[in-house]
């Protein structure tokens, strides 16, 4: 298996370099009188061969900023904002997704950047044997395949995420949704990405599937050498999954950092309420509370710390500065968008235009 | 819902035809008479297939009779048939259609027998023997056979519309609590369908003029009534097209075509307000969007 | 096995559980394109018992019987083999007690989106549910009722809530409207089905939170139903965990999480996250997990324990003949062939990825 693997691995590129950089990606809806900003200044660097989860609960924004990065966006979404600048691996200058124009993005699609969606599985067409979908993907890339190679390498794809190769020639229905979903994974791998974006893929399996399918994005990841963006809402999940963890709420990221810094030492309220919403499965059990209210209307922001009507540790400030992502912690690469941290004062002028920009921006 | 409904221009401008047309049904030939002071009966040998003119604003027919005066006659005729029509159409497809999902199982079976019987059945001859055994086929007579004869594909749609909704948990949850069924197929599941029943009864009102038209096309009528089917049979008997006479059949065809293009235009609007899908690539905000892009956002 | 079960059960006129599930199957006959049937068997001889005040936890993954389960104790479904018994009676089929039943038994749905009537006030759904079950209450009686059994649920101030759209509610506070309606009946079990599965994760211990309250403050019972056995720790006193259509354990919550007795039921734990075990220890945390095998077809499941052609600690009899419930003291009770042969001590010293692992080679061995 690790022999037929080697076929589809990156050329080694220094471990540890950028392969995609996002800075100020703001994304809005264009609908009705307001436009609804969805994403609003996200910047996060992803590291070649690096998972980074990205957690948020609904209204979050996560599944924007999916459809942004990819640029699977459909009006009346627009990105207003920012760039996405995409590091090949030949070491070439960096491209930026967000200008890139329909015939040059169908080139990076597949071979540079795939996505697995949460409904993957039900994306297979129901009506084509897996083999023959893996085949017209693989040779839309590489026009001198013959049929009968894409088939061999489509039977290949399939035993890297544990499926036999006799299934190639089965049609969607007769696998199992488990089975679909990581055919589905094996076709996103298809063309040898550096960077799979992930949305949910596991929410509409059942909990030992999950692991199952973990377990093999992490082996394929090291075998391989693709970066992950792993999007969920789970974020238990992603403690035991990412190596870096982004916490959106209200189209912002409001922490940032490693899993496990964010896990003992988180440094916003939002991931620490969104840390205890999970009960423990082993630990002694006291009661929880999650966090009361619900995520605000971003037609209709609050001023200030989006998260502030809902933090128990609001202060005064909160409701009229906005915070800056900024390092916090003894770790390296934790930040977090909370006054909590501020003890320096110089930030206080950057932080108040800031806010001041966003709210003319919007009201 | 009810303000939504009309911010679509498709809605306003076919609910404004409708309008027009109803308003000309009622009150139109008490205007012509009044104010023009024309019959559409009365035959003015003076002037025989009289083009357009100052006189009469849509010239004469074969009989020196006033085509605007007939035309405006016509509507009541016809638009009484549609509306009679699809009544009665529609609301045999909601009694047979929503119960025979609602309940399911030997009422279903029942009343899908019939739904099928009927849809299978020849309704062109039928009503041609229908009206033919009812002698003397009074344009009400029209109305009713029109509407018992096609309510079949309505039931269908509204069968496969309520059997989703009563699988529905919130009206497993009303049942659960002890509601009654004939409660829960008016309370729960009928105001879903509101929708689909007006989008329906449009449908059947088309229908149902067109039919009227075509009924009395194949001369079955009553030839002393004034409709605009009536109009386009005598033109068609007296060879109108062949002689030149586009202004005996035009304007009545015309009239048809525009209920329907009425009729289809509101339930286009109503299918975009029902199913955001058709909203979302609608050019004024994909417009927007464009806009948006450009300028970098309202920041 | 099932007639140790009989001995057990309280005599009627002192019933002990205000409602048992008497090994109850279900088959659903599937018709084929070409007019052939086949039978899903989706339960299979399951037995569930709440007493008062009892919260259980009925824990199995999409197939393995728990929402049909949930479906025939609330009358959705008849069983085709087996009884519903309410406070040590027989429910029989009729529509009349089929009324009576629901006064006391209320189903509380898994999707809070569906289960509310998006054209009715939240006032119209609580007040029906009063008018049916509460006849003796005037117009006036059932407002003020209205108005605490949404301060029940937190919904306050109760009167911002009453002339509400569901679409105007977010997915949380429809939850409680649902469950406020449940109330509205004043049943004496609640069967929750997945209710918080859609919920937003962050408000999901609070969703909790009020269940555990209705059973300490009111002293309902409830059977909770979720994949998510961590919640079921949270919210529960006992656990049964279902696979394919079968219960295989049973026990209290720590008993059972702490020392599974069935190979499935641990294979459950360690497959689901628990961040305190995990991070960091990355590698070692998944060894093994990505080949854990799926369920088994309902149509056609495999002969003797369903779980062994997945179990690592499978033995010849697994394939033969279904094993025999063992009790283990202290309620807690398993249904493998490894208690009846003595293996049981097998099961706390690996974990299932090695055990898997282990087998495979010595099977390549044997070989």
């Known amino acids: 298996m690790t022999v037929q693997a080697e076929q589809y691995r990156p050329a080694k590129a220094p471990a540890g370099q950028a392969v995609l950089e996002v800075r100020g990606l703001s994304v809005e809806y264009a609908t009705g009188g307001v436009p609804v900003r969805a994403c609003t200044d996200i910047s996060f660097t992803l590291r070649r061969g690096e998972i980074l989860g990205v957690a948020g609960e609904s209204g979050s924004g996560k599944s924007t900023l999916i459809t942004a990065l990819t640029r699977l966006q459909r009006p009346p979404a627009v990105t207003t904002a920012g760039e996405i600048l995409f590091h090949g691996r030949d070491g070439s200058a960096p491209v930026d997704l967000v200008t890139l124009d329909g015939r040059r993005m169908r080139r990076y699609r597949w071979t540079a950047l795939s996505i697995v969606l949460q409904s993957a599985m039900d994306a297979l067409n129901p009506v084509m044997r897996i083999g023959a979908q893996f085949a017209d993907v693989l040779r839309a890339r590489d026009r001198s395949l013959s049929k009968r190679d894409a088939w061999a390498r489509a039977a290949e794809l399939l035993a890297l995420v544990g499926i036999s190769a006799d299934r190639v020639r089965d049609h969607p229905h007769q696998l199992s949704g488990g089975m679909r979903q990581r055919a589905a994974i094996a076709l996103a791998l298809a063309c040898g990405p550096e960077l799979v974006v992930m949305d949910e893929p596991t929410t509409a399996v059942d909990v030992v599937m999950q692991r199952q399918i973990l377990a093999q994005v992490l082996r394929l990841r090291s075998e391989l050498g693709f970066a992950v963006v792993f999007v969920t809402h789970d974020l238990s999940l992603l403690l035991e999954l990412a190596d870096r963890i982004a916490i959106m709420y209200a189209g912002r990221i409001v922490e940032v950092g490693e899993a496990a810094a964010l896990y003992s030492a988180p440094k916003h309220p939002y991931t620490q309420g969104l840390r205890d919403s999970f009960p423990p499965l082993h630990a002694p059990l006291r009661t929880l509370h999650g966090i009361p209210g619900t995520p605000p209307d971003l037609r209709r922001p609050p001023p200030g710390c989006p998260f502030h009507p809902r933090c128990a540790q609001r202060m005064t400030g909160c409701e009229e500065r906005l915070p800056a992502l900024l390092p916090v912690g003894p770790k390296a690469g934790h930040e977090a968008a909370c006054l909590l941290n501020d003890t320096d004062t110089d930030t206080d002028a950057k932080t108040d235009t800031d806010s001041g920009e966003t709210k003319g921006g919007i009201l | ?299 | ?367």
């Open chain 3, 1 to 367: 096995m099932s007639t140790v079960l009989r001995d057990q059960a309280p005599e009627a006129d002192t019933p002990e559980y205000v409602l048992e599930a008497r090994d109850v199957s279900k088959h659903f006959t599937v018709r084929g394109p070409l007019g052939g049937t086949t039978v899903v068997r989706a339960v299979e001889d399951a037995t569930v018992r709440l007493r008062p005040g009892q919260i259980l936890a009925l824990v199995g993954e999409s197939g393995s019987g728990k929402t049909t389960l949930a479906r025939m104790l609330a009358r959705f479904h008849e069983p085709t083999r087996g009884e519903i018994v309410l406070r040590g009676e027989r429910v029989s089929g009729n529509r009349r007690a089929q009324r009576a039943y629901h006064s006391e038994v209320q189903l509380i749905f898994q999707d809070p989106f569906g289960s509310l009537n998006p054209l009715h006030r939240v006032r119209y759904n609580l007040d029906r549910a009063l008018c049916l079950h509460q006849p003796h209450l005037t117009a006036k009686g059932r407002e003020t009722r209205i108005a605490e059994l949404l301060e029940r649920v937190s919904l306050t101030p109760a009167a911002d809530y009453t002339t509400k759209f569901p679409h105007e509610l977010s997915g949380g506070q429809r939850q409680r409207v649902v469950i406020a309606r449940a109330l509205a009946v004043e049943p004496k079990v609640l069967l929750g089905d997945e209710p918080i599965s859609m919920l937003d994760v962050s408000i999901r211990l609070e969703m909790l939170n009020l269940l555990k309250g209705l059973r300490t403050e009111d002293g309902l019972a409830l059977l909770y139903i979720t994949h998510d056995i961590a919640s079921a720790r949270y919210l529960c006193d006992e656990i049964a965990v279902m696979y394919a259509g079968q219960m295989v354990e049973s026990g209290p919550k720590e008993d059972v999480i702490a020392s599974p007795q069935h190979p499935y039921t641990k294979l459950l734990i360690e497959s689901s996250p628990d961040p305190e075990r995990g991070v960091g220890d990355r590698d070692k945390l998944f060894a093994g997990a990505d080949e854990l095998g799926e369920p088994p077809s309902l149509i056609d499941p495999p002969t003797g324990c369903r779980f062994h052609p997945r179990c690592p600690f499978a033995m010849p009899e697994c394939a033969v003949e279904a094993p025999p419930r063992t009790e283990l003291g202290g309620g807690h009770w398993a249904k493998c062939w490894l208690h009846a042969k003595g293996r049981a001590g097998e099961l706390a010293g690996t974990t299932h990825a090695a055990a898997t692992v282990a087998r495979r080679e010595k099977l390549q061995g044997a070989s």
């Open chain 2, 1 to 299: 819902m009810s303000t939504a409904f009309l911010t679509s221009w498709k809605v306003r401008v076919g609910l404004g035809i409708l309008a027009f047309f109803c308003l000309l049904a009622v009150f139109g030939p008490w205007l012509v008479d009044s104010l023009l002071g024309l019959d559409p009966r009365e035959n003015d040998t003076a002037v025989i297939a009289q083009p357009p003119g100052a006189d009469h604003l849509l010239g004469t027919n074969q009989f020196g009779q006033d085509v605007l005066a007939q035309v405006v006659a016509g509507a009541r005729g016809s638009m009484y048939v549609g509306l009679l029509g699809a009544v009665v159409g529609t609301a045999m497809a909601i009694l047979i259609g929503v119960p025979a999902g609602y309940y399911g199982g030997k009422v279903d079976a029942g009343l899908n027998f019939l739904t099928n019987l009927f849809l299978v059945l020849p309704v062109l001859p039928l009503i041609l023997i229908v009206a033919g055994y009812l002698e003397g086929t009074g344009i009400t007579t029209i109305a009713l056979i029109i509407g018992f004869f096609g309510w079949s594909g309505g039931a269908r749609t509204l069968r496969a519309q309520a059997l989703s909704i009563a699988n529905r948990d919130f009206v497993r949850a009303m049942r659960m609590l002890g509601e009654r069924g004939r409660r829960l197929v008016f309370a729960e599941v009928l105001p879903h369908l509101t929708g689909l029943i007006a989008s329906m009864f449009l449908h059947a009102m088309i229908g149902a003029v067109m039919a009227e038209a075509g009924l009395a096309f194949l001369g079955i009528s009553d030839s002393s009534a004034i409709s605009w089917g009536t109009m386009i049979q005598s033109a068609q008997q007296q060879s109108a097209v062949l002689r030149g006479l586009w202004w005996w059949f035009v304007p009545p065809g015309l009239c048809i075509a525009l209920i329907g293009t009425a009729c289809a235009l509101v339930n286009f609007g109503v299918d975009e307000i029902a199913n955001p899908k058709l909203r979302v690539a609608r050019p004024v905000s994909a417009r927007r969007a464009k806009r948006l892009a450009r300028t970098g956002g309202g920041a």
